[in-house]
């Protein structure tokens, strides 16, 4: 399985960028796809993940109400729609698969996922 996040860039506070995450080499319903984010210095975050099994959806309590996640199984592509977005979103945001079920409690751990693509930046900057 291979994952490519892009669409990152250079937004104002306030601006929105919505980041694509193409899997490759397998079907995308098999998969709990998560989107990560870890910003110099820190570590890394779990920002949001799509379960195709159940449809849930997690979130970051410092994102909920900003970001969206979201799937299309046609294109094998998962979306992160970020609105709102603030300077202490800026980090490299990258997409992970796991084949596994997660969770609440699992969810947002980096441990628990499979496979990893390169990420995107995500500057936030007036």
């Known amino acids: 399985v291979q994952l490519q996040a892009s669409g990152g860039g250079l937004v104002q506070p306030g601006g929105s960028l919505r980041l694509s995450c193409a899997v490759r080499?397998?079907?995308?319903?098999?998969?709990?796809i998560g989107w990560f984010r870890q910003a110099p210095g820190k570590e890394r975050e779990g920002v949001s993940c799509s379960s195709a099994s159940d449809g849930s959806t997690y979130y970051a309590d410092s994102v909920k109400g900003r970001f969206t996640i979201s799937r299309d199984s046609d294109k094998n592509m998962v979306y992160l729609q970020m609105n709102n977005l603030n300077t202490e979103d800026t980090a490299v945001y990258s997409c992970a698969a796991s084949y596994y079920g997660l969770n609440l409690g699992t969810w947002a751990l980096p441990e628990n996922y499979e496979y990893w693509g390169q990420g995107t930046l995500v500057t936030v900057s007036s």
């Open positions: 080499g397998y079907t995308l319903d098999y998969y709990v």
